[in-house]
């Protein structure tokens, strides 16, 4: 992509491209997973990404690699986005020693300090103050990233999200604030849970930057990221998006989702990121439908390569339970 001032990244061909390869892959890789779990070689939780691709796209375009990115449980898309290896996350989910986390945190928790992604959280909302936390490192080093720290509208009702936009704004923390918004907190609708069904509206009464975002387009997630980053990064303190996704399928693998409408499924399903961006690269001729059918090959082909590479990759070795419990110092400990 051509880059303009400040290191943000101008909308053009390319980007369309990439967010088409981009939002693909993720929607590839979950159906691969859901169909794995029913064929049991994936266990335990799996929550997927499908129809939430654009806000992993939106946001990697517009932010640099430097920032962090720390999220809750629904999150193969978003460390996917970052650049995580597809292979090493299908390891993960199958519990694999070569997995993103040696098989140590599966569906939920993956990680990835070289992509300056910092989880996959399984506790609804403890990733807000955690990103709080490396938003403070940020500023105490004196550097100029920014974390976005994503959450849902579940986590919203958490008291931590209160805690950690009073000092977020009190400090100036560069920290962008980001709420998944997809209608439902497991199955219950925002609507049952708050009065405040606006949920940007809550870093109001902080006087955080607040508004809401269409999260089925990628531009539009991009251009929001955009201003929010270049807002943070100016030194001017927190910012909150509230990104209106949804998720096709249900909260997890056991949800059969009987709490929506098939009417409302379809409604959000005529604007499937990926089927728009794919009828706008289409349309403006910025590649043929030969040059996206190379697209979805080469990612069927990684998807195979993944499933493979899971397959054929050893189980932890079981004194694996005892490493990566404790973080070595490397300073030495003053003792008496």
Not at 21 to 26: G, H, N, R, S, V
Not at 60 to 67: Q, T, Y
Not at 268 to 286: A, C, F, N
Request: one cysteine or more; charged letters at 25%.
């Amino acid at each position: 992509m051509e880059t303009a001032k400040a290191g943000v990244k101008k909308i053009n061909k390319s980007t369309y491209l990439e967010w088409f390869e981009l939002m693909l892959k993720i929607r590839r890789f979950e159906e691969r997973a859901l169909m794995l779990y029913g064929q049991q070689k994936i266990r335990g939780f799996l929550h997927v990404y499908i129809g939430q691709e654009a806000v992993a796209a939106g946001m990697e375009s517009a932010l640099r690699r430097e920032d962090a990115i720390v999220t809750g449980y629904r999150q193969h898309g978003t460390a996917i986005g970052r650049g995580a290896d597809t292979a090493a996350c299908m390891a993960e989910l199958y519990g694999k020693a070569t997995g993103i986390v040696k098989g140590k945190g599966g569906s939920m928790h993956f990680f990835s300090a070289a992509h300056r992604y910092f989880g996959g959280n399984g506790i609804v909302g403890a990733q807000i103050p955690i990103g709080t936390g490396i938003a403070f490192a940020e500023k105490y080093k004196g550097t100029d990233n920014l974390c976005v720290t994503m959450f849902g509208d579940g986590a919203a009702r958490q008291g931590a999200l209160h805690e950690s936009f009073n000092m977020a704004m009190s400090w100036q923390l560069p920290v962008l604030y980001v709420c998944e918004n997809n209608g439902y907190a497991m199955g219950t609708s925002v609507g049952r849970t708050s009065n405040i069904q606006e949920i940007y509206k809550l870093g109001l009464a902080y006087d955080m930057p607040s508004e809401p975002v269409d999260g089925m387009n990628p531009e539009a997630v991009h251009k929001a990221v955009t201003k929010a980053a270049e807002h943070i990064r100016a030194g001017k303190g927190p910012y909150f998006l509230e990104i209106r996704t949804y998720r096709y399928k249900g909260h997890s693998v056991s949800d059969p989702a009987k709490y929506r409408t098939k009417e409302e499924v379809e409604e959000y399903k005529e604007k499937d990121p990926i089927k728009v961006i794919e009828q706008t690269i289409l349309s403006k001729k910025y590649a043929s439908e030969a040059d996206l059918q190379v697209i979805k090959d080469k990612i069927k082909a990684e998807m195979d390569y993944a499933v493979e590479f899971a397959e054929q990759s050893p189980l932890p070795d079981p004194s694996e339970l005892f490493t990566d419990n404790y973080v070595e110092p490397d300073y030495p400990f003053i003792t008496d």
